[in-house]
């Protein structure tokens, strides 16, 4: 199943004539304003979030998981999913695979696949927290700091696995995501357990290829309870100082207790060059891996306010690798993705509209009236018409969500590979 151009060009006829009237109105009045539009409209375009392998199927949690059909059940099927997000949207242009769930049998071909849909490979992730089958060692009491010698190099023999695996694929970066932690006081000695993270995660770091870069996740919770060991972005930081300069930290928006002031950690890694990567997601309560925007659409473009100042004024700070890591229990996990895409789009947008001029003014002012205006002038733009713009001069669908299910893309995809499989991964 693969969407072709023409299908997407004939079906954005049929809304043309309602985007050319919105979009003029709001390119007019963002002109008087002083907005460079089509440099807002070039920065949407070139935007690419990299699509995670394991979103593309039904989640579940440990009380079931119900199929969304259609799933795909290998590497080439999870390719092609992101090749039909990346065909509507035009946002999706890389995937993230997660090994061991996506070993490529053959690298050529599988190369090959991700080219012909547009995609490059992202940052790879290892899997440390799932015992694999015929493996010596089990990571019940942890991987890379566990008390057992054996554990951990089994854990850094993974790692350095993983890189290789990336390195045949084009990836340039690897991401750690430890479960590591323990579940009750007493269980853990918090040092110990830190020193030998610290000294596993040295030892993978040594491997990394020289154009490479390293990504340290943080969380601070789940799948352990009491204490995780790295739980949180200053753990990463320290240890990403520790490891050296291509080691970042990695931002995963659901992996902070509630109310965290997630934009102000973002704007202090930015200023020490060490933010390295993103994960986008949404959640309620904790790490419910939700729609992107769909239950803190203001804190998103608060972050994205932030990561827009970052990339204008911290050349010290690379450029972040953008990935969605979600997890889809009931809704159809392409439209959901295509639903954050679109959210991300527009938190950037509004950013991106932000005067930064007038806000330093203002701040200098102490102007706390005129500051909160400013933000949310831009805030409330209803900047829709500029993402369809950005979509539509790259072939991309006027209305994803819409093309999507007038090209009929699941029921065609439940035809090809049945009602039943099932996607690989979590
Ligand atoms: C886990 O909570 C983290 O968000 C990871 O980034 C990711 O979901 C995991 O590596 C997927 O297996
Ligand atoms: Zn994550
Ligand atoms: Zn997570």
């Not at 006829?13 to 979009?23: A, R």
């Amino acid at each position: 199943m693969k969407i072709e151009k023409e299908q997407i060009l004939s079906d954005n006829k049929k809304d043309i004539g309602v985007h050319e009237e919105s979009f003029d109105f709001l390119a007019n009045s963002l002109d008087r304003k002083g907005v460079d539009v089509h440099k807002v409209i070039k920065d949407l375009s070139d935007f690419q979030v990299a699509i995670p392998s394991w979103a593309l199927g039904a989640g579940g949690t440990r009380f079931g998981r119900f199929s969304y059909y259609g799933e795909p059940a290998n590497l080439e099927q999870k390719i092609n999913d992101v090749g039909i997000l990346h065909a509507l949207t035009q946002t999706a242009g890389a995937i993230s695979l997660h090994i061991p769930w996506d070993i490529p049998e053959d690298y050529k071909a599988i190369k090959e696949l991700a080219t012909a849909n547009g995609l490059v490979f992202d940052a790879v992730n290892s899997n440390t927290f799932q015992d694999q089958k015929n493996a010596k060692e089990s990571y019940k009491f942890g991987s890379l700091s566990n008390t057992s010698k054996a554990v951990r190099d089994q854990a850094i023999a993974h790692n350095n696995e993983v890189i290789k695996i990336g390195e045949k694929l084009g990836s340039k970066s690897l991401t750690v995501w430890l479960a590591d932690g323990s579940n009750f006081p007493g269980q853990h000695n918090f040092q110990r357990a830190l020193q030998h993270t610290q000294d596993s995660l040295q030892e993978i770091y040594a491997t990394l290829p020289e154009d490479w870069k390293l990504f340290i996740e943080y969380k601070p919770y789940e799948p352990n309870f009491y204490s995780t060991v790295i739980q949180d972005w200053g753990t990463s930081f320290m240890l990403a100082n520790a490891c050296g300069e291509k080691a970042y930290t990695l931002v995963d928006l659901g992996h902070h207790l509630p109310n965290t002031n997630i934009e102000q950690i973002v704007s202090t890694l930015m200023m020490q060059g060490k933010l390295g990567g993103f994960h986008f997601n949404d959640s309620k309560y904790g790490d419910d891996d939700s729609t992107v925007g769909s239950v803190k659409p203001y804190a998103l473009f608060l972050i994205f306010n932030e990561l827009v100042y970052g990339m204008n004024n911290n050349p010290q700070n690379p450029y972040p690798a953008w990935m969605i890591d979600a997890s889809h229990n009931i809704k159809d996990p392409l439209e959901d993705l295509i639903q954050s895409l679109e959210a991300i789009q527009e938190a950037y947008a509004k950013a991106l509209l932000v005067d930064q001029e007038q806000l330093k003014l203002a701040q200098e002012k102490h102007d706390v009236v005129l500051c909160q205006e400013i933000l949310q002038q831009a805030y409330r733009t209803d900047v829709r018409p500029l993402l369809e713009r950005a979509r539509l001069n790259v072939g991309g669908a006027l209305h994803p969500i819409k093309a999507y299910r007038s090209l009929g893309v699941r029921g065609n995809l439940i035809q090809a590979r049945g009602k039943h499989s099932i996607a690989t991964g979590l």
